[in-house]
Protein backbone atom coordinates (compact mmCIF):
# COMPACT_ATOMS: atom_id res chain seq x y z
CA UNK A 1 0.00 0.00 0.00
CA UNK A 2 1.61 3.28 -0.93
CA UNK A 3 0.26 6.61 -0.41
CA UNK A 4 1.17 9.51 -3.03
CA UNK A 5 0.34 13.31 -1.84
CA UNK A 6 0.27 16.30 -3.91
CA UNK A 7 -0.18 20.11 -4.04
CA UNK A 8 1.94 21.50 -1.95
CA UNK A 9 3.47 25.28 -2.84
CA UNK A 10 3.55 29.17 -1.68
CA UNK A 11 1.15 31.07 -1.50
CA UNK A 12 0.24 34.20 0.29
CA UNK A 13 -1.72 34.62 2.94
CA UNK A 14 -5.16 34.73 1.93
CA UNK A 15 -5.15 32.53 -0.76
CA UNK A 16 -5.70 28.88 -1.53
CA UNK A 17 -4.18 25.64 -2.58
CA UNK A 18 -5.33 21.99 -2.89
CA UNK A 19 -4.13 18.66 -1.59
CA UNK A 20 -4.54 15.53 -3.04
CA UNK A 21 -3.73 12.28 -1.73
CA UNK A 22 -4.15 8.80 -4.19
CA UNK A 23 -3.52 5.25 -2.25
CA UNK A 24 -2.61 2.48 -4.06
CA UNK A 25 -2.90 -1.27 -3.09
CA UNK A 26 -4.98 -3.78 -1.87
CA UNK A 27 -6.60 -2.09 1.71
CA UNK A 28 -9.89 -1.57 3.39
CA UNK A 29 -9.77 1.67 5.41
CA UNK A 30 -11.86 2.96 7.54
CA UNK A 31 -10.21 6.21 7.13
CA UNK A 32 -8.30 9.04 5.71
CA UNK A 33 -6.27 11.78 7.73
CA UNK A 34 -4.45 14.57 6.57
CA UNK A 35 -2.10 15.55 9.27
CA UNK A 36 0.62 18.45 9.23
CA UNK A 37 3.68 18.94 11.07
CA UNK A 38 5.19 22.42 11.11
CA UNK A 39 9.08 23.28 11.71
CA UNK A 40 9.52 22.33 15.60
CA UNK A 41 6.51 20.78 16.37
CA UNK A 42 4.41 18.03 16.75
CA UNK A 43 2.62 16.27 14.26
CA UNK A 44 -1.07 17.32 14.65
CA UNK A 45 -4.33 16.21 12.88
CA UNK A 46 -5.90 18.14 10.00
CA UNK A 47 -8.70 16.72 9.19
CA UNK A 48 -10.43 13.33 8.75
CA UNK A 49 -13.05 11.79 6.45
CA UNK A 50 -14.01 8.07 7.50
CA UNK A 51 -15.54 5.75 5.66
CA UNK A 52 -19.16 6.40 6.36
CA UNK A 53 -18.73 9.88 4.86
CA UNK A 54 -18.40 12.11 8.58
CA UNK A 55 -15.87 14.28 8.40
CA UNK A 56 -13.56 16.22 11.15
CA UNK A 57 -11.58 18.75 11.83
CA UNK A 58 -8.98 20.09 13.90
CA UNK A 59 -10.37 23.65 15.42
CA UNK A 60 -7.76 25.67 13.77
CA UNK A 61 -9.37 24.78 10.58
CA UNK A 62 -12.85 24.46 10.92
CA UNK A 63 -14.46 26.78 8.00
CA UNK A 64 -11.16 27.40 5.67
CA UNK A 65 -10.39 23.55 5.01
CA UNK A 66 -12.58 21.41 3.54
CA UNK A 67 -11.81 17.10 3.30
CA UNK A 68 -13.31 15.30 0.66
CA UNK A 69 -12.80 11.82 -1.11
CA UNK A 70 -13.76 8.28 -1.51
CA UNK A 71 -12.62 6.69 1.09
CA UNK A 72 -13.52 2.85 -1.07
CA UNK A 73 -11.44 4.50 -3.95
CA UNK A 74 -8.64 5.15 -1.70
CA UNK A 75 -8.63 9.21 -2.37
CA UNK A 76 -8.77 12.42 -0.57
CA UNK A 77 -8.49 16.28 -1.01
CA UNK A 78 -8.08 18.73 1.28
CA UNK A 79 -9.29 22.55 0.02
CA UNK A 80 -7.47 24.38 1.60
CA UNK A 81 -9.02 28.56 1.65
CA UNK A 82 -8.07 31.85 3.11
CA UNK A 83 -4.96 30.67 4.40
CA UNK A 84 -2.57 31.83 7.25
CA UNK A 85 1.05 31.46 7.97
CA UNK A 86 0.66 29.05 11.00
CA UNK A 87 -0.77 27.27 8.36
CA UNK A 88 2.91 26.83 7.08
CA UNK A 89 3.87 22.65 7.69
CA UNK A 90 4.31 19.54 5.88
CA UNK A 91 1.20 17.96 5.32
CA UNK A 92 0.93 13.85 5.50
CA UNK A 93 -1.95 11.64 4.25
CA UNK A 94 -2.89 8.76 6.33
CA UNK A 95 -5.00 5.94 5.77
CA UNK A 96 -5.91 3.49 8.37
CA UNK A 97 -8.25 0.32 9.53
CA UNK A 98 -8.15 -1.89 12.55
CA UNK A 99 -4.56 -2.30 13.16
CA UNK A 100 -3.02 -1.08 9.87
CA UNK A 101 -1.81 2.65 9.19
CA UNK A 102 -0.73 3.92 6.15
CA UNK A 103 1.56 7.13 5.76
CA UNK A 104 2.66 8.97 2.52
CA UNK A 105 5.66 11.46 1.89
CA UNK A 106 4.52 14.82 3.03
CA UNK A 107 4.32 17.81 1.02
CA UNK A 108 5.40 21.43 2.07
CA UNK A 109 2.57 23.82 2.18
CA UNK A 110 4.86 27.20 2.62
CA UNK A 111 2.04 30.56 3.42
CA UNK A 112 3.70 33.35 3.19
CA UNK A 113 2.36 36.98 5.18
Known amino acids: VQLQASGGGLVQAGGSLRLSCTRSGTFRSNGMTWYRQAPGKQRELVAS???????NYADSVKGRFTISGDNAKGTVALQMNSLKPEDTAVYYCNAYGGTRSYWGKGTLVTVSS
Open 49 to 55: IFSDGRT
